[in-house]
């Protein structure tokens, strides 16, 4: 089992967009194969998702999780960390 791992990824396209797409929540699903649904639990006052539950499968294995997210550094980094779930420990990650 791997207790931890990284991955770096350089997307060419511009900051707004990113961002865009990074919060969108909602259509995950479409893009993130793995990800089978979604669910926006709570929003900030400014109408951004910061508690958002996934359901996933991958390898034969659902699972479910939900990540809180941080706009501190919005919009040039996006940082989330696993409040709950079922099968991982720990999820803490960023868009930078």
């Known amino acids: 089992m791997v207790d931890s791992g990284s991955e770096s990824v350089v997307v060419m ?7 865009s797409v990074a919060t969108d929540f ?3 699903p479409e893009w993130a194969h793995d ?13 951004r998702p910061t508690v958002v539950e996934f359901r996933a499968s991958a ?3 659902s699972t479910h999780y939900t990540l809180e ?4 550094q919005a919009p040039n980094k996006l940082s989330w960390h696993m ?7 720990s999820i803490i990650g960023s868009y930078a």
Do not use: H, P
Request: hydrophobic share 30%.
């Open 59 to 61: 390898l034969g294995r």
């Open 35 to 47: 990800v089978k649904q979604t669910t926006v639990l709570t929003r900030d006052a400014s109408g």
């Open 13 to 19: 396209a511009g900051l707004d967009a990113c961002f």
């Open 69 to 72: 997210y941080d706009y501190a």
């Open 26 to 28: 909602e259509n995950y």
């Open 83 to 89: 409040s709950d779930g079922d099968i991982m420990r």
